[in-house]
C-alpha cells in the first residue's frame, strides 16, 4: 500500500505535468469511490499537494482529494492504457495535451472533489496529525501523544493521529530504528525522542528512494520504487538484522503482519529504556 513516500514521489511525478491545466473532461467508473468527479470539469489545477497519503489537487473554488488506496496509480499518457483495471480519466487542456489516468487493481482508491478543506465526507483526512516533514511535527506533542499506555504503539502510529503518513511498512522501520517493540504500550520520553527522528529519518531516505515498491506500487511514470533493498526489518523475517545479526521475526501486532528484531526491539520498555 502507497504510504508517505510513495504518495509524495507520486506527487512529485504529476504535479510538473498537471500545474496550470484546465480539466476539460472527466469519467469515472460508476461506484461512490469517484462519484463527484464531474464537480472538476472546467476547472484549473492550481497546485498538487500531499497531506499524508492524501493527494491534494487545488482548483479553486473545489479540491480534488485522491486515496491511492492498496493498488492506485496515477499517471499521464497521450491516450487511454489497454488495463481492464482503469477507473478515472481526467481530460486536461493545455500544450501537449493528454490525460490524467487512475488505475486500479484492487478498488479501494478513492477520487472526491469536495469543497477546499472540508472533509467530513473523509474522517481519516479531517482528523489528520501532523505532516512528519514538516515544522508542524513537534516532538513535544509527538511524546505526549505516545506516552500513553492503552494501545500498542504500532496501532497508534497507524491511526495517523500522532502522525500523519506511515503504513505498515515505515512504522515497522521506523519502531525498529528506534528500538522499540511494535506491541510497547506506551513509550516514554527518551525512546519517543529517538522515535520522532526515526520516522523523519526513515521517510526522507525512501523519497530519497522514489518509494519501495513491495508489491503493486508504481511512481507517476508507472516504475518501480528502489527503497525496497535498503528495508531493514520489513518482509526480512529469518534474514539477519542489520544492526545486530539477530533474526527477523515476524508477529502480528493491530491485526498486521509486523517485522521486528527481538534483539534490538526487546517487549519489556525498561528494557529498552536500559539500552539507549
Ligand atoms: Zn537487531
Known amino acids: ?21 484546465r480539466i476539460a473532461g472527466a469519467e469515472a467508473g460508476p461506484g ?7 464537480d472538476a470539469i472546467g476547472r484549473t489545477i492550481l497546485r498538487v499537494e500531499r497531506r499524508g497519503k ?19 496509480r496515477l499517471f499521464m499518457a497521450p491516450r487511454p492504457p489497454e488495463d481492464s483495471h482503469l477507473r478515472a ?14 488505475v486500479d487493481m484492487r478498488k479501494f482508491g ?19 496529525g501532523p505532516e512528519p516533514l514538516s515544522d ?28 500523519a503518513g506511515l503504513g505498515n511498512i515505515y512504522v515497522d522501520e521506523a519502531l525498529h530504528r528506534a528500538g522499540i517493540h511494535p506491541a510497547a504500550r506506551g513509550v516514554d520520553r527518551k525512546l519517543a525522542i529517538k522515535l520522532h527522528q526515526a520516522i523523519r529519518d526513515v521517510l526522507e531516505e525512501a523519497i530519497a528512494n522514489r518509494g ?8 507517476g511514470y508507472m516504475r518501480e520504487g528502489n527503497h525496497y533493498a535498503e528495508l531493514r526489518v520489513y518482509d526480512r523475517a529469518g534474514k539477519p538484522c542489520p544492526a545486530c545479526r ?6 502480528r501486532v493491530a491485526q498486521r503482519g509486523t517485522y521486528f528484531c527481538p534483539r534490538c526491539q526487546p517487549q519489556s520498555l525498561r528494557a529498552a529504556a536500559g539500552r539507549s
Open 212 to 219: 519501495t515498491t513491495f508489491s503493486l506500487y508504481r511512481d
Open 89 to 102: 480519466v481526467l481530460e486536461l487542456d493545455g500544450a501537449g495535451a493528454g490525460y490524467l489516468f487512475f
Open 136 to 163: 508542524e511535527f513537534a516532538v513535544e506533542a509527538f511524546c505526549r501523544a505516545v506516552a500513553g499506555g492503552g494501545t500498542p504503539i504500532k496501532a497508534l502510529l497507524l491511526s495517523q493521529k500522532a502522525v
Open 32 to 38: 461512490p469511490r469517484y462519484g463527484s468527479l464531474s
Open 246 to 251: 539477530t533474526p527477523i521475526e515476524k508477529t
Open 1 to 21: 500500500m502507497p504510504e508517505l513516500p510513495e504518495v509524495e514521489t507520486v506527487r512529485r511525478d504529476i504535479a510538473p505535468q498537471v500545474t496550470g491545466r
Open 54 to 72: 492524501y493527494l491534494l489537487f487545488d482548483l479553486g473554488d473545489r479540491e480534488l482529494v485522491i486515496h491511492l488506496g492498496m493498488s492506485g
Open 110 to 128: 478513492t477520487l472526491a472533489v469536495v469543497r477546499p478543506g472540508k472533509y467530513d465526507t473523509i474522517p481519516t483526512l479531517a482528523a489528520m
